[in-house]
């Protein structure tokens, strides 16, 4: 049908209130508790030495951001960790794409946590963001029907609506 095209949409998670202050907390508590094995006893080094890398951890792990490749047919998504570590979570085919719909449209009122009638699992690759508005994609993947909630741009939605027009939904 369409071949010899690639669309990439990056999207960045929105941070979680308070995470600013969770961050200046584990610095303080960790320099605090070094400061305190150092004057008096080394017993304070290790909690201070643990606080250091559990801000590290947090740090890699806080930060998601999104990316959505759409090349020849296939959607491929890969979560980003602190801008540093890349894991691919799906390749999805579109040909298995059932329903592809914003989350309030009636094409995917069964699948709503709310009043839906049929459970899916749930994948989450959304940016958080109020003014996005985000859709809800309906396909199979290694043969199980999954759900997945994007922030897909108009260009997406747009290639994707020309390949299954009737599979495709906007507002």
């Not at 994007?150 to 020309?162: A, F, H, N």
């Given at each position: 049908?369409?071949?010899?095209?690639?669309?990439?949409?990056?999207?960045?998670?929105?941070?979680?209130?308070?995470?600013?202050?969770?961050?200046?907390?584990?610095?303080?508590?960790?320099?605090?508790?070094?400061?305190?094995?150092?004057?008096f006893?080394?017993?304070?080094?290790?909690?201070?030495f643990?606080?250091?890398l559990?801000?590290?951890?947090?740090?890699?792990?806080?930060?998601?951001?999104?990316?959505?490749?759409?090349?020849?047919?296939?959607?491929?998504?890969?979560?980003?960790?602190?801008?540093?570590?890349?894991?691919?979570?799906h390749?999805?085919?579109?040909?298995?794409l059932?329903?592809?719909?914003?989350?309030?449209?009636?094409?995917?009122?069964?699948?709503?946590?709310?009043?839906?009638?049929?459970?899916?699992?749930k994948?989450d690759?959304?940016?958080?963001?109020?003014?996005?508005?985000?859709?809800?994609?309906?396909?199979?993947?290694?043969?199980?029907?999954?759900k997945?909630?994007?922030?897909?741009?108009?260009?997406?939605?747009?290639?994707?609506?020309?390949?299954?027009?009737d599979?495709?939904?906007f507002?």
């Open positions: 049908m369409y071949t010899n095209y690639r669309i990439v949409t990056q999207v960045e998670r929105k941070k979680k209130k308070f995470s600013g202050v969770l961050r200046a907390c584990m610095i303080i508590l960790a320099a605090l508790f070094i400061l305190m094995g150092i004057v006893s080394r017993g304070f080094m290790l909690p201070g643990l606080m250091a559990l801000y590290f951890v947090y740090d890699v792990f806080g930060q998601r951001g999104y990316e959505y490749t759409m090349e020849n047919g296939t959607l491929s998504i890969d979560v980003i960790y602190g801008k540093r570590y890349r894991k691919n979570r390749e999805l085919n579109l040909q298995e059932e329903v592809l719909a914003p989350n309030w449209h009636d094409a995917v009122a069964k699948y709503r946590i709310r009043g839906g009638t049929v459970r899916l699992p994948f690759y959304t940016s958080y963001d109020d003014d996005i508005p985000y859709y809800t994609m309906i396909i199979t993947e290694n043969k199980k029907k999954i997945l909630l994007l922030d897909l741009t108009d260009e997406m939605m747009q290639d994707i609506k020309r390949m299954y027009p599979r495709v939904f507002a």
